[in-house]
């Protein structure tokens, strides 16, 4: 808890994690007051490998159940030019402090967002076409995956991308599969994290976490939703 920096391939975020980690009203755990590792490995993974394939300059992205935002506030640091974080009402100031402390209030946009709902829509018909979705350790209970699927269905248009990064547990696999039902297909990523990622920030160990792009799949497409994996450069775990 505290002011922690982290240094994601020469960036420097700071965050301001929370002391109070539960909801005043509900009683129940604020699990986004603080930075989970998935948080730093898709920050690493993006800032390392996918800047190479993927021009961050101008591009506006949204991060869904962004904790502490430090996949959204990297975006803004590689180039995004709008960025709009979103968690539940309880963690919007925190947010809003982590986007002060780094100085992008210019460009980065705070608003509650609870999956499924209607509750940030004018601000996305503000932000216009979106072009990446970011979200970090939100595969933990299936029954959250149908409210997930429709507001990233909501996002995603013909030009979206979306990227989730996980550690890979047991209820990975079972959350990843109820996309698949809600009609997503989805794709392991190549990553190739081991020296960048443990020599900043975290001491965890990368292979225990997988970046997955997520896919709607257009029923006219003739596509089929599933669980698929860049089979040869992967350097992860597997899905089950
Ligand atoms: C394990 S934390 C991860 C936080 C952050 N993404 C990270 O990786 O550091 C899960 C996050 O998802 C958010 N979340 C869970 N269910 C949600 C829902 N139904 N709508 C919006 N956010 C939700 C939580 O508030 C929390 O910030």
């Known amino acids: 808890m505290g002011i922690k920096e982290f240094d994601i391939a020469g960036n420097r975020i700071v965050i301001h994690e929370l002391e109070d980690?539960?909801?005043?009203?509900?009683g129940r755990v604020l699990t986004g007051s603080w930075v989970w590792e998935s948080a730093l490995f898709l920050s690493h993974w993006m800032s390392n490998q996918a800047q190479t394939k993927f021009d961050f300059t101008?591009?506006?992205v949204v991060e869904l159940g962004a904790g502490a935002g430090v996949p959204g506030l990297t975006a803004a640091r590689l180039g995004a030019s709008?960025?709009?974080?979103?968690?539940?009402?309880?963690?919007?100031?925190?947010?809003?402090?982590?986007?002060?402390a780094n100085g992008?209030?210019?460009?980065?946009?705070?608003?509650?967002?609870?999956?499924?709902?209607?509750?940030f829509y004018s601000q996305l018909d503000e932000l216009?076409?979106?072009?990446?979705?970011?979200?970090?350790?939100?595969?933990f209970d299936a029954a959250e995956m149908a409210a997930l699927a429709k507001t990233l269905k909501r996002l995603c248009g013909k030009g979206t991308t979306v990227w989730a990064?996980?550690?890979?547990?047991?209820l990975t696999s079972e959350c990843l599969i109820e996309l698949?039902?809600?009609?997503?297909?989805?794709?392991?990523?190549a990553t190739q994290l081991r020296e960048e990622f443990s020599d900043n920030s975290t001491s965890a160990n990368s292979e225990v976490f997988a970046v997955f792009?997520?896919?709607?799949?257009?029923?006219?497409?003739?596509?089929?939703?599933e669980v698929s994996s860049y089979i040869g450069t992967i350097d992860g775990p597997q899905l089950e």
């Not at 709008?82 to 002060?100: C, F, G, M, Q, Y």
């Not at 709607?216 to 003739?222: F, H, K, L, T, Y």
């Open 165 to 170: 990064a996980n550690e890979v547990r047991p």
């Open 104 to 119: 992008l209030g210019d460009r980065v946009l705070v608003s509650q967002h609870v999956w499924g709902s209607d509750d």
């Open 213 to 225: 792009e997520l896919v709607p799949v257009n029923e006219d497409s003739g596509r089929k939703a």
């Open 58 to 60: 101008y591009k506006k």
């Open 180 to 189: 698949v039902n809600e009609g997503f297909e989805i794709v392991e990523l």
């Open 82 to 100: 709008r960025v709009l974080l979103t968690d539940i009402e309880s963690l919007v100031p925190a947010l809003k402090k982590n986007v002060e």
């Open 128 to 139: 216009g076409e979106v072009d990446l979705v970011l979200v970090s350790d939100v595969f």
């Open 21 to 26: 980690v539960c909801d005043s009203v509900t």
